[in-house]
């Protein structure tokens, strides 16, 4: 599971992504445990950080997340909330195409990612959660068979009101399968 927080500078029409300064920090509280979130990149407009969490058990669904900016003694708090867990299916080996199904289904968002080399760059937002994405003949291999990884995540954002403004918080729950791949 991951959390992310986008951040952007005051003005929203300067364009200008906000960069913590050395007095700052961010941190995600759950299940009692503080864990720093760390700088991951640029977005066109964000400056996005991230945390890992691993919880201890099974986390349910709406399960606050606390992060908090400390801007030098002067705090921020915002919450997000889990989304709920799922499970994947996939076969152990497929004949073209390849269906990934996971269960139960969730109105928050929810996309998939590989990094598998046959399998186009871009990830694909998965518009309705129908608890199943398939991929046609061609997409996931050239030369069976192949093993190929595919992640899924369920994700949430918000952007809560508070004195920041542009701080977005999204939480992201990944689940992966590997699939062998053949003719």
Request: charged share 15%.
């Amino acid at each position: 599971m991951t959390v992310t927080l986008q951040l952007h500078g005051p003005d929203d029409f300067d364009g200008v992504p906000y960069h913590l300064q050395s007095s700052e920090s961010l941190n995600a509280t759950f299940e009692g445990h503080s864990v720093p979130l760390v700088f991951a990149n640029d977005d066109e407009l964000f400056a996005i950080y991230s945390a890992k969490i691993t919880p201890g058990s099974a986390v349910p669904a709406d399960e606050p997340i606390v992060v908090t900016f400390d801007r030098g003694g002067d705090a921020v708090k915002l919450t997000a909330t889990t989304t709920a867990d799922f499970a994947l299916q996939a076969p152990a080996t497929s004949a073209q195409p390849v269906t990934v199904s996971w269960s139960p289904t969730a109105a928050d968002r929810i996309h998939w990612d590989s990094k598998s080399s046959s399998v186009p760059s871009a990830d694909g937002a998965i518009e309705t959660d129908s608890g199943a994405i398939t991929f046609p003949p061609g997409v996931l291999t050239q030369q069976p068979p192949e093993t190929v990884t595919i992640d899924v995540a369920r994700s949430r954002s918000s952007t809560p009101l508070t004195g920041l403004q542009t701080a977005t918080v999204a939480f992201n729950r990944w689940h992966t399968v590997m699939v062998e791949v053949t003719q």
